[in-house]
């Protein structure tokens, strides 16, 4: 794919995102619907048998299985994956106590262009809202945690093709300025997020009771991690923005680890970009190239350090709650998405440094 062939953001491929998990919030392709309540009481009692039970029965059979679209197909990981991360929790291999899944989840991934486990997207924004929101609980803390990716991943989306227009954007030109006013706007997002998450899910809650619930699965002899907020593409976002020719080798492995977890467009964005200048350092290099100062330019690369501390803004309060989450552990362990909380501070040094390596090149343009 060509970077002329990927969509400007005025088309909000948000908002496009947005309409097709409406599309697949309705689906029930296997009927879990009336089980809900079933599950989170199984879940209380730890009762693994009845849930082996309740998923074998309600795994599809191959001729429908064959059948389903894209979007039934979604929704049947997004269902089943509520079965994986409970019997998970409570001990279980899940193919071990079913082995029928092996054909089922390999199906699914075949027809989805995903991993064969569920994954955040699934969990979230293929995830329906009131009555029949899928949780492993049913507690307030897990429904506000769904719904706080839910108010994040949309203008995310967004965000991140401001940042591809950006690239096809000359830094002289007035409409870079507000293009990064636009993507700041999206990022807004996020911050959105992360604050409904602070004022609605219990640290505790999360630490000693749902993390658990997303813990890998044993798979064609590989582990696959379950939902976790580090599938989500804000690495895709810093990819473009400044860490796309980066050559940290723990933050590379970081962002490749999560990339399969991403739908194909967002992993076809990454590719085109990667190895490739990032917007900071081509705003950086530009201001050292040319001797004639330019008030426009200046003008862009000041938009450009704005969106790059509207970055840090949502890091910093991600990386406190986070912390504060993993410091009620009864038991010391790794996060969600099989991280330490380490790897955030990591990426928000090395996220530090570039905004200070574009403030010198603002400060020294023209002297």
Not at 302 to 329: G, I, T, V
Request: aromatic fraction near 10%; hydrophobic fraction near 35%.
């Amino acid at each position: 794919m060509t970077l002329e062939a990927l969509k400007s953001p005025k088309q909000s491929e948000g908002n496009k995102w947005k309409k097709i998990s409406q599309e697949i919030d309705k689906l029930d392709p296997i009927h879990i619907d009336r089980l809900i309540p079933f599950i989170h009481k199984h879940n209380r009692e730890k009762n693994v048998q009845a849930l082996a039970e309740m998923l074998y029965k309600h795994l599809p059979y191959p001729e429908r299985l064959e059948r389903f679209n894209y979007n039934e197909s979604i929704a049947c990981m997004r269902d089943i994956g509520i079965f994986l991360g409970s019997l998970k929790k409570h001990g279980a291999e899940p193919v071990e106590a079913i082995p029928e899944l092996d054909y089922v989840l390999d199906v699914l991934s075949n027809k989805t262009n995903l991993p064969p486990r569920d994954t955040l997207f699934h969990y979230t924004i293929w995830n329906p809202s009131g009555l029949r929101v899928r949780t492993y609980t049913g507690l307030n803390d897990e429904i506000s945690l769904i719904e706080s990716v839910k108010m994040a991943m949309f203008p995310l989306v967004d965000a991140i093709y401001n940042l591809i227009d950006l690239h096809k954007t000359p830094l002289n030109s007035p409409d870079f300025a507000e293009i990064c006013k636009e993507a700041e706007e999206n990022l807004s997002g996020m911050i959105n997020g992360i604050v409904y998450a602070k004022r609605n899910v219990s640290p505790a809650v999360f630490a000693n009771e749902l993390r658990f619930y997303f813990d890998p699965i044993s798979l064609y002899r590989r582990e696959f991690i379950g939902p976790g907020a580090v599938e989500m593409p804000l690495f895709v976002f810093d990819h473009l923005l400044w860490s796309s020719e980066a050559t940290d080798e723990e933050y590379v492995k970081f962002k490749v680890t999560y990339l399969p977890f991403n739908q194909p467009d967002i992993r076809d964005i990454y590719y085109n970009f990667d190895n490739q200048p990032s917007l900071a350092t081509k705003a950086i290099e530009a201001l050292k190239k040319n001797s004639v100062y330019c008030t426009q330019t200046v003008k862009s690369a000041r938009a450009l350090l704005s969106l790059c501390n509207r970055l840090k803004s949502f890091r910093m309060p991600h990386k406190k709650l986070a912390e504060e989450s993993y410091a009620q552990q009864k038991e010391r362990s790794h996060g969600s998405g099989g991280y330490s909380t380490d790897i955030l501070s990591h990426v928000l040094a090395l996220n530090l440094k570039t905004i200070a390596d574009l403030e010198q090149a603002i400060l020294r343009y023209g002297r």
